[in-house]
């Protein structure tokens, strides 16, 4: 459809983890645009596309892109990792679109980290759970302490993002600092890298192994609740049926 912008997860990267429906919406649009490490995921599978794309940090920029794409009678695809909605463009393509009346913006799910991550692993999060990025670029670091604290001292198994950078390599080993004044250090813990893509790798730890654990931006870590447990190498939380 001319003049209409949609904003799509792509899921971890691999097609075989994308929604039939962002399959479907990206072979038939025009322009397709994103980050750059997310859209070179996408270049072969989509040959003839215009592709457009940004650096990290130039977020509004990239959304202003494609606002201005779509102007032109262009179908745009703003592309996400994951889910659009979960630390995704979702949000600031429908502030920036508040300027864009006459152009239609749709959201279109996809698999986030938690969820891919979690598949992986085994089964951490069957029960109540919180999602917290450790990435303090737009959030502060005591909100995160905070929440960090929050979810620990509520029970919930804890899936983080962003657990460290080149300029944040200390984060994960802070945020597992706070979570040992609530938690044992014993608790189940979990993570794993590159996601639905080459070099796919996982491992469980205790809390207090997770604490030096080595990690990056492509890591996600699972921290279990007081129920979590290994069962035969996977993670696995009960929700509690009668067996």
């Known amino acids: 459809m001319k003049n209409k912008l949609y904003v799509i997860g792509m899921g971890p990267g691999g097609p075989e983890l994308m929604s039939r429906k962002a399959d479907r919406l990206l072979g038939g649009c025009d322009t397709i645009i994103g980050y750059t490490v997310y859209v070179d995921l996408l270049r072969e599978r989509y040959p003839g596309k215009e592709f457009l794309t940004t650096p990290m940090t130039q977020e509004a920029k990239r959304c202003e892109m494609a606002f201005a794409e779509a102007q032109k009678g262009k179908c745009v695809a703003m592309v996400c990792s994951g889910d659009a909605g979960v630390y995704g463009m979702s949000g600031l393509m429908l502030e920036i679109g508040a300027a864009f009346p006459e152009i239609e913006v749709e959201v279109v799910p996809g698999i986030t980290a938690a969820l891919s991550g979690g598949a992986v692993l085994g089964a951490p999060l069957t029960h109540d759970f919180a999602v917290i990025s450790l990435s303090d670029r737009l959030t502060p670091w005591e909100k995160i302490e905070k929440r960090l604290r929050a979810a620990a001292e509520a029970d919930f198994s804890i899936c983080i993002y962003n657990p460290a950078s080149k300029g944040r390599p200390?984060?994960?080993?802070?945020?597992?600092?706070?979570?040992?004044?609530?938690?044992?250090?014993?608790?189940?813990?979990?993570?794993?890298?590159?996601?639905?893509?080459?070099?796919?790798?996982?491992?469980?730890?205790?809390?207090?192994?997770?604490?030096?654990?080595?990690?990056?931006?492509?890591?996600?870590?699972?921290?279990?609740?007081?129920?979590?447990r290994e069962i035969g190498g996977r993670m696995v939380t009960p929700r509690g049926y009668r067996i």
């Open 170 to 228: 200390d984060y994960l080993k802070r945020a597992c600092g706070i979570l040992l004044e609530t938690l044992p250090p014993e608790r189940v813990c979990g993570t794993v890298e590159n996601i639905g893509r080459e070099g796919e790798s996982s491992r469980l730890y205790t809390l207090a192994e997770l604490k030096d654990a080595q990690v990056n931006m492509f890591t996600t870590v699972f921290i279990g609740n007081s129920m979590t």
